[in-house]
Nanobody
Framework: QVQLVESGGGSVQAGGSLRLSCVAS????????MAWFRQAPGKEREGVAS????????YWADSVKGRFAITRDTDKNTIYLQMNNLKPEDTATYYC????????????????WGQGTQVTVSS
């Protein structure tokens, strides 16, 4: 497994920005893919974006395309999620996840998860 620690969540007004960070440590395997998921109250966990070790990224949620950006800093073992023009519907707990297999939208393929960071967007 990999230990993942997220940070950067908070409360903002609609139109604001936040940058989430996820630091990986304690590797027992080198993640092939790292991803951001989010879960709003009463809803299923939703894949937001993913990034391969080589830097190739994919945005799964159509609603975030053009507003969110996933990046990684391999020297710092960290991935980021820059979130701009936030909307109330982005309110959720955001989770970082890692897997040794390909990036997929199904949470079940990820065997390492962070504790989550809360993002609240008010209108």
């Amino acid at each position: 497994q990999v230990q993942l620690v997220e940070s950067g969540g908070g409360s903002v007004q609609a139109g604001g920005s936040l940058r989430l960070s996820c630091v990986a440590s304690g590797y027992t395997f080198t993640p092939t893919c790292m991803a951001w998921f989010r879960q709003a109250p009463g809803k299923e966990r939703e894949g937001v974006a993913s990034i391969y070790r080589g830097g190739f990224s994919t945005y799964w949620a159509d609603s975030v395309k053009g507003r969110f950006a996933i990046t990684r800093d391999t020297d710092k073992n960290t991935i980021y999620l820059q979130m701009n023009n936030l909307k109330p519907e982005d309110t959720a707990t955001y989770y970082c996840a890692a897997t040794s297999s390909r990036c997929r939208t199904s949470p079940s393929v990820y065997n390492s998860w962070g504790q989550g960071t809360q993002v609240t967007v008010s209108s």
